[in-house]
């Protein structure tokens, strides 16, 4: 049976996997709700939607590997503006990322939520699944239109994940991730869109970028070459100064000081944290930036004019205020959302690099921080689930009682201080290797900086975790936060689903580092030019 459908997917046109892939998840949050009575037969739907998922995008690996870039196009709004997907090998490692992952984090939500008893589960798989298809459409954007219709689908869908408890807290963290993400979008975002169109007269994401800048010769596709005399060479200052548009406004990077929807965010369910960090949205974010800097650019383009090197200097400066913010955080959730804001400024700032080896070092980066990153999170929500802790300062003596849990969150902290054998090495290598080499020493120091901030408040919690004794009851109440503090004593680990779906994430963090070559493939053949 297997066999069979290996084969079927084998001989299926491009295009239909494509559309298969959006329309799987889209599908999914149709069904799901005719189930909202059996909760049973309602995350089974879920589950077979992220399988089915994960098989057709896996399946599309190969032809993208061997080189090709299948396209399926939907709708001409204008000439030349299409709604269209198109498969590049940054695309398709985001999708892989995603698709894969949403399996994981629908076991793990099982456990969670009903471990939790969370309120409108319904909702909660039903705008998931919209998430998940927005992401898919994103990865496989071919173009600034498709990107900017998916990232704005994104962003509303996962609106109501992130205000999902309904608290007044809930609701006000909500309005900041509605009006901060829709704001810088509509602010900056379209009107860099709508600029670029004008300077190339195009927005197809092209190997070697469509912008053009005075005293460079353009670099054009056949689909390009209709369209060549409407291209407007642009001064350095110009360039920089779209660059700058796009940056600020895909505020799902959360670049400082575009950064203040994450930490409020983590009101939301653990499932919801995951899909922001790792899974869909912040990644979602700086794989538009790399992707803008790569296909719209172009890495020469921006190295040769200088109109990049701003952004070397606004990445370094997330990465290390953002490590010193995580530092002071004493609520589990919130010091991993702003180690989030500056592990993920560490893409930012390869991609600032400009070359081809920091790029690949960016990818790179990506695919290490989904399993790291989901890991941790995986693990905030396992403590919360099974002894309702959420600060760091309750956390001693409870790596004995929750061994699995605190092991794999060790595996997670240690990827992102970039310490091997886990995936968050391999692109810190990348990064570190590419500016040494181009003597680019600002980027080198930040990156040595920020590793020993890392340590700083994730070496802590596992110290604390497994060599320091647990509080007495009698303290623990003294200081107790909520009403659970003072019940947790002799608890043990979550729920299964929950340690299951921690357990593979912690080991495809270090089975990335042992086996990169998917992940390192397809980052090379994106700098190539495929």
Known sequence: MLTNLTEQLQSMPSADLILAAILIPTAAALVIPLFYRIPNLRETVTIIAAVSLAVVTWSLYPRIIDGAQPELKI???????????????????????????????????????????????????????????????????????????????????????????????????????????????????????????????TLDFTTGGIIVAEGMEPVRTATEQAAANAHIPLSPLLIGCLL?????????????????????????????????????????????ILKVVVYIFGIDTLAKTGAGDWLVYVAGFTVIMASIVALRQDNLKKRLAFSTISQLSYVVLAAAILTPISA?????????????????????????????????????????????????????????????PTAGFLGKWFMLQSAVTTEQWFPVAIIIVSTILNAGYFLPILVRAFFCEAEPVALQAAGAKN?????????????????????????????????????LDLAKLMVAGG
């Open 360 to 420: 690949i070092g960016a990818a790179m980066h990506i695919a290490a921080h989904a399993v790291s990153k989901i890991t941790l999170f995986f693990a905030a929500g396992s403590i919360y689930t099974a002894a309702h802790k959420t600060e760091v300062s309750q956390l001693n003596g409870i790596g004995w009682k929750m061994p699995w849990t605190m092991s794999a969150f060790a595996v997670g902290a240690l990827a992102m201080i970039g310490l091997p």
């Open 483 to 519: 009403v659970h503090d003072t019940h947790d004593d002799d608890h043990g680990e979550a729920p299964f689903a929950i340690v299951l779906a921690l357990t593979i994430t912690a080991a495809m963090s270090v089975l990335l580092f042992l086996f990169p070559d998917v992940a």
């Open 75 to 201: 709708w001409e709004v204008a000439p030349g503006l299409e709604l269209a997907f198109r498969i590049e090998a940054l695309g398709m490692m985001f999708a892989l990322i995603a698709s894969t992952l949403w399996i994981v984090n629908s076991i793990y939500s099982i456990g969670y939520m009903r471990g939790n008893n969370e309120p409108r589960q319904t909702q909660f798989y039903v705008c998931f699944a919209v998430a998940i298809a927005a992401t898919m459409s994103l990865a496989f954007s071919a173009n600034l239109f498709t990107m900017f219709l998916a990232y704005e689908v994104l962003t509303l869908s996962t609106y109501p994940l992130v205000t999902h408890k309904a608290t007044p807290e809930a609701m006000k963290a909500g309005r900041v991730y509605l009006v901060l993400l829709i704001g810088t979008s509509m602010v900056l975002f379209l009107p860099a869109i709508l600029l670029t169109w004008a300077a190339a007269g």
């Open 244 to 288: 700058f548009l796009f940056v600020f406004g895909i505020g799902k990077a959360a670049v400082m000081p575009v950064h203040f929807w994450l930490p409020a965010a983590m009101v939301a369910p653990t499932p919801v944290s995951a899909l922001l960090h790792a899974v869909a949205v912040v990644k979602a974010g700086v794989f538009s």
